[in-house]
């Protein structure tokens, strides 16, 4: 199984990234799939899930109104919209995957991709 979370990079504040995910040997279908961040020095945060239903997504009171979730069970991706970014948005942003119902926990997901960076400049 392999998770590789895409699509970061440098923006300035107020910009927008789109971040993929696509797994490899896991079907999203049968997977919460959570996206986590992780700034120098500071624990990974929850930053939002997609339920694997697909119909219900939640988002960190941090993000909420600026990201969204969405995934395509058919391309088997899940994708992270940024708008309205803020510097302190900076960090590397990963993908995960789990069955437990504690969504927000990292410790519930059981696979996890390398991470993109994402950079906000002031």
């Known amino acids: 199984v392999q998770l590789q979370a895409s699509g970061g990079g440098l923006v300035q504040a107020g910009g927008s990234l789109r971040l993929s995910c696509t797994p490899s040997?896991?079907?999203?279908?049968?997977?919460?799939m959570g996206w986590f961040r992780q700034a120098p020095g500071k624990e990974r945060e929850f930053v939002g899930v997609?339920?694997?239903?697909?119909?219900?997504?939640i988002l960190a009171d941090s993000v909420k109104g600026r990201f969204e979730i969405s995934r395509s069970n058919v391309k088997n991706t899940v994708y992270l919209q940024l708008n309205t970014l803020k510097p302190e948005d900076t960090a590397v942003y990963y993908c995960a995957a789990s069955t437990s119902v504690a969504v927000r926990d990292h410790r519930q997901y059981g696979y996890w991709g390398l991470g993109t960076q994402v950079t906000v400049s002031s």
């Open positions: 997609s339920r694997r239903s697909g119909s219900v997504a």
């Open positions: 040997g896991l079907p999203i279908s049968n997977y919460h």
